[in-house]
């Protein structure tokens, strides 16, 4: 079935984009956002070049899927290429500290689970009552409401690292 396909295609991207979640905190907290920038308009600029050049040659929702895997694996490669920049070895891993912070995280795994199943539920329970062309407009309409946030997050990950560094200084004095 195509739909699974593209899931498939779609959800293989998680493995690198897991790692690239890594690598863009370790930078954040680095106060080293050149990087996830480059990585960042590396994925953009290859996506919007090949995809637009595979859509006027008439590709279908299979190529660009691929497309966008590869574009976000290239973005997780500019994040690899710089990261002995932020990591000079690899530290020691103490698993009882880390079992127990997994555990005291479970709440807010749980949180980001849900919430984001409450988030876009409606889109699946739209599907379900009306066509196919109701939905994409819907989804349309939802892109709008999500280009909202993008200002505001893009200032936390800006910000959020060096208020982290003066609040950590000021407790030091």
Known sequence: EPVVILFLILGSGLFWRGGAIVLYASYQGKERMQYTSLATITECVFTSLVSVAALLLGAKAFVIAIIFQVASFLGFIVLVVFAKRIVSSLPKIDWRVSFEQMKASVPYFLFVIFSTIYYRIDTIMLSKMVP?????????????????????????VAVYPTLSRLWKEEEDT
């Open 132 to 156: 196919e062309r109701t939905v994409g407009w819907y989804g349309a309409a939802y892109r709008l409401f999500d280009i909202q946030n993008v200002l505001p997050y893009i200032l936390s």
